[in-house]
């Protein structure tokens, strides 16, 4: 049998003001068509762009399904939504899309599940599609609380998912575990390093983690820098750089046993925050900047990408 790996496809990969290109991930086991769907701040548009670049192209649709593939990918591919937190570039794509979306559970820590109800699925935001909240609740989408640390199967697929929180300047942002046949993918929505936003939830979570990481099992992290290095602590909001990023992954990496439990992780860089600027885009200073840091950290081990919607990422 194949190695077991998992495929990411980027549906939204920046942070900050570009609408149409916001954080949404889709994952699943490699050779299987049931996924989730990480933070969802682009969902049709993604798909669409997806579809474009061919990323969908091994996604079977059905003959007579009578629906375009990112329509097919949209209703029936994407069985779950997975949400960080509940700013607007996190939760955009599913709102919009959630008059002409199949019904599926949404995941989330409680916190985030209170923001959708009470803020956006309210009947006066949007047409209230969860299952509780202003009545009448449409019940289109199951909220589904998860218990940090706790792993919860997700129905009709492959995958289980564990939650633990994040700080993300003041507001409770999520990292999800996806495992699936003995191996895992960690999706990291908006943080900030724990210096920065005084607490300790990234470093409880690489303690949580590290035995995934010391077995190579981990093959795969997306996390944020949304600011190239020249980014002051005190203008973070919530958010990490390269400098931060590396720094973070030592921090994993002497939890899990030292550098070499790094080796051959894949660490995708997501929300980077377009910039108004002329000259060369944001990411371009981002990966100059983990280029250099991570040869200082002696993170040589690790394979850096920085997310690009349409992008289709296998690893195992
Ligand atoms: N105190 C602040 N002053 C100015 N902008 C902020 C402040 N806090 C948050 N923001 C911006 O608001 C954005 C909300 O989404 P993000 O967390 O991605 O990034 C945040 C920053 O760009």
Known sequence: AARPGFVVTVLGARGGMLDGNLSAYMIRPAGDDRAVLCDAGTAMGGLVAAGRTGALDDIAVPRGSGLTRPGYVLTHTIRAY?????????????????????????????ATLDDLSAHLFNWRIWPNFGD???????????????????AEPVPDTAMTVTAWPLDHGGVESTAFLIAANGISVLYMGDTGPDAVEG????????????????????K??????????????????GHMTPTWVAATLRDLA??????????GLTVLIGHVKYSLAAGPAPQEAIRRDLVRDAARSGLGGVRFLIAEQGLRLTVD
């Open 82 to 110: 997975l949400i960080s937190h509940a700013h607007l570039d996190h939760v955009a794509g599913l709102v919009v899309a959630s008059p002409d979306d199949s019904a599926k559970p949404i995941y989330a820590l409680p």
């Open 132 to 150: 509780r909240g202003p009545p009448p609740a449409l019940g289109k989408y199951h909220y589904r609380a998860l218990t940090p640390g706790r």
């Open 199 to 218: 607490g300790h939830r990234l470093d409880d979570l690489w303690r949580a983690i590290a035995p995934e990481v010391a077995a190579h099992r981990l």
């Open 220 to 237: 795969a992290i997306v996390i944020e820098a949304s600011y190239d290095d020249t980014r002051p602590d005190r203008m973070l909001f």
């Open 254 to 263: 002497r939890q899990a046993g030292g550098l070499e439990s790094l080796r």
